[in-house]
């Protein structure tokens, strides 16, 4: 259950029902209720209830949370940041390759010192350059996006594209575009207008059945106590 640490430390100043963090990671609430159980047995996390509802939050208090943000923003982070910074684009999909790409499907190697994304569609620079830079803020490590064109990434003609397609890719926002699969107007929607979220693990590879974790938090309650690369369209 690191996804659901994760949620929670890179969110230190929000909480979230437990019905909340099962529908943003994908697990069933008995999963999540039982972690949650854990969590909070270890100081990790602290909880109220309101009404019917048993809400969660980092323990700020905690001697591990600041060892363990680190942690997991540097194993988990970008997945989640970059799902929350690039979601406004609207993208047909958003991936992550590259190193941190490699390193999170255990291919060995060194720390990644940077966070590459593909974005596809025809996303406005501009919030794409904007959303970067966003994401670079929140995890301390330069984000790279590259925009690339449905027609482009099928086509894949260029090396950028070739290399990226056979590389180890993260899909944050959406799933790998297939060609015969009724895309059209540049873009596969799902329920809302919103594209269709879901995480893989490679290109090609099956789906990981989990959906991006997108949705702003809720303020908590007050206690005491480098540059961008274009593909072209």
């Not at 690039?86 to 047909?92: G, P, V």
């Not at 297939?178 to 995480?199: D, F, K, L, T, V």
């Not at 059945?209 to 938090?217: D, E």
């Amino acid at each position: 259950m690191a996804e659901m640490l994760t949620l929670l430390l890179l969110h230190p100043d929000a909480e979230y029902t437990l019905s909340e963090v099962a529908g943003k990671l994908g697990l069933p609430l008995t999963t999540v209720q039982r972690e949650a159980n854990r969590f909070s047995d270890a100081g990790l996390i602290r909880e109220r209830h309101v009404g019917r509802s048993r809400l969660a939050s980092a323990n700020p208090a905690s001697r591990y949370t600041r060892q363990l943000t680190e942690l997991v923003s540097l194993a988990l982070g970008p997945m989640f940041v970059i799902g929350e910074e690039f979601q406004a684009l609207n993208a047909i999909a958003v991936a992550i390759y590259g190193s941190w790409a490699a390193r999170y499907e255990g291919t060995a190697g060194h720390a990644p010192n940077d966070v590459d994304v593909l974005v596809i569609g025809d996303a406005p620079r501009r919030g794409m350059y904007e959303a970067a830079e966003q994401a670079e803020q929140r995890l301390g490590l330069p984000v790279n996006p590259v925009v690339c064109s449905l027609h482009r990434w099928f086509a894949a003609a260029d090396p950028l594209i070739q290399q990226i397609r056979t590389a180890p890719l993260v899909w944050v926002i959406g799933e790998e575009p297939r060609e015969g699969e009724g895309w059209c107007a540049g873009a596969r929607r799902g329920h809302g207008g919103a594209p269709a979220r879901r995480w893989a693990h490679r290109a090609g590879a099956r789906s990981a059945g989990r959906r991006g974790i997108l949705a702003r938090p809720r303020a908590a309650r007050p206690r005491s106590g480098t540059g961008p690369h274009g593909c072209g369209t």
